[in-house]
């Protein structure tokens, strides 16, 4: 999927490295907020999970539930356990920059499954 990522939130605040879509890796979703390194590590070392959230469970379950199909995408914008003035992107104001990108990649998605372009009611 060829998707232009912005790496800028604006004229003076850009990303030092630009975004990019990462395939394949493992996520995970918690009712807890995961600010640990050495947590972080652990599950990327024991589970190949690269990322923790704490909304996607909830709504893969509600689909799930009615069985209604479901993906998630995420716009990473924090690592966890590394404070916000150690790395610009852990910068909560890249939280905008992140979600943007992310709907962009969700659009994407969504043209390469075509259709018919009718609703479906599940």
Do not use: W
Not at 37 to 55: C, G, Q, R
Not at 101 to 117: C, Q
């Amino acid at each position: 999927m060829d998707v232009k990522l912005e790496q800028c939130l604006n004229d003076t605040f850009c990303l030092p490295e630009k975004p990019k879509v990462a395939y394949g890796l493992r996520g995970s979703s918690a009712d807890i907020f995961v600010d640990n390194a050495a947590y972080n590590d652990f599950l990327f070392k024991t589970f190949n999970i690269s990322t923790v959230d704490e909304e996607s469970a909830a709504v893969v379950l509600a689909c799930m539930s009615n069985s209604v199909p479901s993906v998630v995408f995420r716009g990473i914008s924090d690592k966890a356990g590394v404070g916000e003035s150690e790395t610009l992107s852990s910068s909560s104001s890249l939280r905008s920059l992140a979600a943007t990108n992310a709907v962009r990649v969700s659009v994407a998605f969504i043209a390469l499954l075509g259709g018919d372009g009718k609703h479906h009611d599940h």
